[in-house]
């Protein structure tokens, strides 16, 4: 088995992998998030054993780092001067409203938003890097998508 250039697989999927990672974790974050999975491509590239699904296997990775991120964000602290009686943004430039709604979906249904949509991936392909039948990714993106929906229509901003 031969694999291609890892400079040729950036150039085929970054974009891709990139804008998955803007929907998964923020403007704010992606960079980060998209330097850590192509670092962590790049170990282990020599030690694939198979070509089949280059880009499946990267998006893996990037699904991988963008829950590394969250679980992080869930543990750090952020101090503050004072406690504000309501949450606000740090001066953080404006997020787009549609995938910040995405990212406050449950687990299963925001990873098969993401998958799906930002990282235009198959249903059997959301399922196998989720661990679940095409099935069941098909009803987490569609349950996710509903929830979106309904929170339009309700008016809800978050």
């Known amino acids: 088995m031969s694999l291609p250039p890892f400079q040729r697989l950036l150039d085929d999927h ?7 990672l803007v929907a998964a974790v923020g403007p704010n974050d992606a960079a980060d998030v998209f ?12 030690d ?6 280059l880009r499946g296997w990267l998006f893996t990775i990037a699904r991988n780092k963008a829950l590394d991120h969250h679980r992080r964000q869930g543990r750090r602290p952020i101090p503050v001067a004072v406690v504000p009686d309501r949450g606000q943004l740090d001066g953080a430039a404006p997020t787009d409203p549609v995938w910040d709604a995405v990212r406050a979906l449950p687990e299963r249904q925001r990873q098969a938003v993401l998958l799906r949509y930002a990282a235009d991936l198959t249903y059997v392909e ?4 989720m661990g679940v039948s095409e099935v069941a990714a098909r009803q987490h993106a569609s349950t996710g998508v509903r929830a979106l929906r309904k929170g339009e229509l309700d008016g809800h901003d978050d």
């Open 14 to 20: 970054a974009g891709a992998v990139h804008h998955y």
């Open 35 to 46: 330097q850590e999975t192509l670092l962590a491509a790049l170990r282990t590239y020599p």
């Open 48 to 53: 694939l054993r198979s070509a089949a699904n």
């Open 126 to 129: 959301v399922g196998a890097m």
